[in-house]
């Protein structure tokens, strides 16, 4: 089902520009231009998602967060502030702000924070109740913990197959290699993020056509990586 977004924020060139990025992405887009219409929208036809700057025209977008959740909408939302605007970060996290972004700020690290918020938001079901999923000639088995290529068995590691189920499980997005790292191998923190391009470097000898050049394990230019499939 495709997400839907809701933009509030006053300056067109930058509204325009987060509206094609998020819909190049696949996402459906409502802009708001100013703090009433912006309330009104996500009050009207809540959205899976809103980006919300702080500074707006009518009403800020402090105010927005607070009768929001005041009136029991519990939409995800990821303030938009200026730079030294540390107080208003404080204020919309305590008032129910899911996240912050400072600008200026790269579409890359916004749609990977958007990405996160709306994981959160929707938890996904364990890989094993996909029982089985298929992409390219790979198919996985999770109730018997089997892969196969073609009608070639694949002999993935324990830890391979975590990271693979998880790639399923958050196909499409990007994930880092510190989600990794505190998911699949369930570390708090670490300092070896190399252990994840180890491993998927495997990975992919094993389940791509051409391993230097994937389809479906991305890597994602200082970001991580995305599974298409």
């Known amino acids: 089902m495709t997400a839907r977004v809701l933009i509030v924020e006053d300056d067109e060139a930058m509204s325009v520009a987060l509206r094609d990025g998020f819909q190049y992405e ?11 219409a912006g309330l009104e929208s996500a009050t009207a036809d809540p959205p899976d998602l809103i980006l919300l700057d702080v500074m707006l ?4 977008g402090l105010d927005i967060c607070k009768q929001l959740r005041s009136g029991g909408n519990g939409v995800p939302i990821i303030m938009l502030t ?8 404080v204020l919309g996290l305590k008032l129910g702000a899911d996240d912050y972004i400072t600008k200026p700020f790269g579409f890359m690290e916004l ?10 938001a929707r938890p996904i079901p364990p890989a094993e109740a996909l029982e089985t999923y298929r992409f390219g000639d ?4 999770f109730r018997r913990h089997e892969a196969r290529k073609g009608s070639a068995a694949i002999d993935l590691s324990p830890r ?23 998911t699949v191998w369930d ?5 070896f993020t190399r252990t994840v391009d180890m491993h998927i470097a495997k990975l992919r000898k094993k389940i791509e056509d051409n391993p230097a050049d ?13 599974f298409t499939g």
């Open 26 to 36: 696949g996402y459906a887009v409502t802009l708001a231009r100013d703090g009433e």
């Open 57 to 60: 025209p009518k009403m800020t």
């Open 82 to 89: 200026a730079r030294g605007q540390e107080i208003d970060k």
């Open 111 to 120: 749609l990977a924070r958007a990405e996160a918020v709306l994981r959160r």
């Open 138 to 141: 790979v198919t996985i088995d």
């Open 160 to 182: 391979e197959f975590q990271l693979l189920a998880y790639f399923i499980q958050h196909r499409g997005e990007i994930v880092t290699r510190e989600t990794l790292l505190d």
């Open 187 to 191: 570390y708090n923190s670490i300092p």
């Open 214 to 226: 994937p389809k479906h394990v991305i890597t994602v230019h200082r970001l991580g990586y995305k």
